[in-house]
């Protein structure tokens, strides 16, 4: 992954380390796991996943929204 705030193809968990923002150019800690699909090419039960920090959450998760691809926000435990 390597800081590229994003999981690679059919990872089903968030790796423990190197969790950033996937807003371009954004290196903050991620906190929150945004979870998305585009209806018209993947099955309804994938998920991809872009990672924000606290100041991108609602920019990432409104363009994901606008384009009815957001499914769920989850918060990321500081522990992860």
């Given at each position: 992954?390597?800081?590229?705030?994003t999981l690679p193809d059919g990872a089903d968990s968030l790796p423990p380390?190197?969790?950033t923002c996937s807003a371009r150019g954004c290196q903050k800690p991620?906190?929150?796991d945004?979870?998305?699909?585009?209806?018209?090419?993947?099955?309804p039960e994938r998920?991809?996943?872009?990672?924000a920090c606290d100041?991108?959450?609602e920019s990432l998760g409104g363009f994901l929204g606008a384009r009815g691809f957001l499914r769920e926000?989850?918060?990321l435990s500081?522990?992860?």
């Open positions: 992954m390597s800081g590229t705030g380390d190197d969790l991620a906190t929150f945004l979870r998305w699909n585009n209806p018209k090419i993947h099955t998920r991809k996943h872009w990672l100041e991108h959450r926000v989850e918060a500081p522990d992860r």
